[in-house]
């Protein structure tokens, strides 16, 4: 008796396991299914280049990378030439080194608005792109926070290849295609997402 008891418990319990797994498997699938997914993404924000008009030599620099700007802060002096910003925003990029010769049209700074943060995800045309349309939802995780899920929507779906012209060889494998897909989120609720964090983000279908 105790034999068949025993017996009949190792097949209940194979049974719930199989069960159990088949469970997990349909919401994994469901999940997969209702979902386009990508790793290739990164937040960013437009950026805007300062450049010098005339050129000369780099004499003071008034800024640091990192610095959030006010909109007319002074940058840097090339002889008599003032750089300075016109919107304000965040610092990215200088090109110090005060006492160098700077050629005409040579961008010193490089400054983004944090309010214009967006998660640039890449879809290839074969994997969703065609689910994926303005207003979406979508949730998305960042390197440097691990599995914490950020939210946001589709504001916008590039209508060309980024690409560019398509190219031609002599494989018989067509060249897959990438088109950007830009998520807005709440600046003010995710302060901590920061310019050229590389993401992973799903869009719900």
């Given at each position: ?16 396991l199989i069960i159990a ?69 965040e610092l990215v990029k ?112």
């Amino acid at each position: 008796m105790k034999k068949i008891f025993g017996n009949k418990a190792i097949v209940s319990l194979i049974i719930i396991l199989i069960i159990a797994a088949g469970v997990g498997g349909y919401f994994i699938l469901k999940n997969i299914n209702s979902t386009v997914y990508t790793d290739q993404a990164q937040i960013s924000a437009p950026s805007v280049n300062l450049t010098s008009k005339g050129g000369g030599v780099l004499q003071d620099v008034f800024a640091s990378e990192g610095d959030i700007l006010q909109p007319n802060s002074l940058i840097a002096r090339i002889n008599n030439e003032i750089i300075k910003t016109q919107n304000g925003g965040e610092l990215v990029k200088l090109n110090g080194g005060v006492g160098r010769n700077v050629m005409p049209g040579e961008t010193i700074a490089t400054v983004i608005n944090q309010g214009d943060l967006q998660v640039v995800a890449q879809i290839p045309e074969d994997k969703g792109l065609a689910y994926i349309h303005v207003g979406q939802n979508a949730y998305f995780t960042v390197d440097s926070y691990g599995s914490q899920k950020f939210y946001g929507y589709v504001a916008e779906v590039s209508p060309t290849a980024n690409t560019g012209a398509l190219t031609f060889n002599i494989s018989d494998k067509r060249t897959e295609q990438n088109f950007d897909c830009y998520i807005n989120f709440d600046q003010n609720q995710y302060p901590e997402l920061k310019n050229g964090m590389s993401a992973k983000i799903w869009i719900i279908k």
